[in-house]
């Protein structure tokens, strides 16, 4: 199971990036999809227009709620990495996909490297 950051989303709806070229070949393996409320509610922040949420929805159907488990795994995440201004949101996420025992796709690979954590793994985008 690949759980899809908010910035890999993004891109992978344009035509022609790698993030794009990535989902295409995790969709056509039959690659379990996903993604984290807390992800999925960046992403409509936009600007997004009406069809690619349409298409998102379907891509990753119901993201996964966030629960007092998460906040927990969230926190010591964040106070593990240094308490960085600005990388609560990328804990939360991160503190999603590796309750799921998922890999993370993302296009911003600095923002989730610097969170120090053995169980989360960063899903590889190229072949």
């Known amino acids: 199971m690949i759980h899809l950051d908010t910035s890999f989303l993004i891109l992978a709806l ?3 990036t ?8 995790w969709l056509a393996q039959s690659e379990p999809l996903t993604m984290s409320a807390i992800a999925w509610g960046e ?3 936009g600007p997004v227009e009406g069809d690619a949420v349409e298409l998102a929805r379907r891509i990753v159907g119901e ?5 007092a488990k998460h906040a927990t795994e969230a926190a010591g995440i964040f106070n593990a990495s240094g308490r960085k ?3 609560f949101a990328d804990c ?3 503190a999603v996909a590796i309750a799921a025992g998922a890999r993370l796709a993302t296009s911003n690979l600095a923002d989730f490297r ?3 954590h053995p169980g989360l793994v960063i899903a ?3 072949d």
Do not use: D, Q
Not at 63 to 67: D, K, L
């Open 18 to 25: 790698s993030e794009a070229k990535a989902l295409r070949r």
């Open 114 to 116: 610097r969170l120090h």
């Open 43 to 45: 992403f409509l922040c």
């Open 124 to 126: 590889p985008t190229s």
């Open 85 to 87: 201004h600005g990388s």
């Open 92 to 94: 939360m996420i991160g």
């Open 14 to 16: 344009a035509k022609g």
């Open 63 to 67: 993201p996964i709620a966030f629960t």
